[in-house]
């Protein structure tokens, strides 16, 4: 099992910054992607960015250039520096952990509860 825990979503004027950090606990490894999901009001849960365990990353084309996604595998930690944030970014933001293609565990997931980015325009 895998404990995940977010933090750092509030209330932001447009173009400002903000970063999001996930902490996970349990039975995390390197070799996990690690990641960032969000659900807008009345919209589907979408991906936001992803870290793999061979540091790949991969992007939603809407944040490709403003959003960057990074991990600290000592920590057991994911981050997401969001800049030049728009009113469209408002969402729940989620924290998630995989396992890459492959491993035995591929298609288990978790998810942290979410936090709110709220983005004024």
């Known amino acids: 099992q895998v404990q995940l825990e977010e933090s750092g979503g509030c209330l932001v004027h447009a173009g400002g910054s903000l970063r999001l950090s996930c902490a996970a606990s349990?039975?995390?490894?390197?070799?996990?992607?690690m990641g960032w999901y969000r659900q807008a009001p009345r919209k589907q849960r979408e991906l936001v960015a992803i870290v793999r365990g061979g540091g790949s990353t991969k992007y939603a084309d809407s944040v490709k250039g403003r959003f960057t996604v990074s991990r600290d595998n000592a920590e057991n930690t994911v981050y997401l520096q969001m800049n030049s944030l728009k009113p469209e970014d408002t969402a729940v933001y989620y924290c998630?952990?995989?396992?890459?293609?492959?491993?035995?565990?591929?298609?288990?997931?978790?998810w942290g509860k979410g936090t709110l980015v709220t983005v004024s325009s």
């Open positions: 349990g039975m995390i490894f390197s070799i996990n992607d």
């Open positions: 998630n952990v995989g396992y890459p293609e492959g491993s035995i565990y591929y298609g288990t997931e978790f």
